[in-house]
């Protein structure tokens, strides 16, 4: 079973950075696309920030152009470079395998299945005057 564990949040000033990491266990982190998520007080998980087996990147409209994903897969790492930070990317961010893009149902519902247990603690932002 495949475990994350995301470091890095902190508190910083609006227009402030931070570099999150997220570090993986378990030996099939490079066969998958990664993502990172938040999850806002009182709101779902939303993904944030994808990248793929071939290093693709896709990025939510609202960090578009702010926001950086990056993998290590020999080190098992995904990154998360956020700039320009806004109040508004106050949030506990989270990454997992991002299994969404599966055009197959059955490949997708695998993936959802499989990487349910996977999600790490988190890791706090907090954007703040």
């Known amino acids: 079973q495949v475990q994350f564990l995301e470091t890095g949040g902190g508190s910083v000033q609006p227009g402030g950075s931070l570099s999150l990491s997220c570090a993986a266990s378990?030996?099939?982190?490079?066969?998958?696309?990664m993502g990172w998520f938040r999850q806002r007080p009182g709101q779902s998980r939303g993904l944030v920030a994808l990248?793929?087996?071939?290093?693709?990147?896709n990025y939510a409209d609202t960090v578009k152009e702010r926001f950086t994903i990056s993998r290590d897969d020999a080190a098992k790492t995904v990154t998360l470079q956020m700039t320009s930070l806004r109040p508004e990317d106050t949030a506990v961010y989270y990454c997992?395998?991002?299994?969404?893009?599966?055009?197959?149902?059955?490949?997708?519902?695998?993936?959802?299945?499989?990487?349910?247990?996977?999600w790490g603690p988190g890791t706090q932002v907090t954007v703040s005057a």
């Open positions: 997992n395998v991002e299994c969404s893009g599966y055009t197959d149902a059955s490949v997708r519902g695998a993936c959802f299945e499989t990487f349910s247990e996977s």
């Open positions: 990248v793929t087996v071939g290093g693709r990147t």
């Open positions: 378990g030996s099939v982190f490079s066969d998958y696309p």
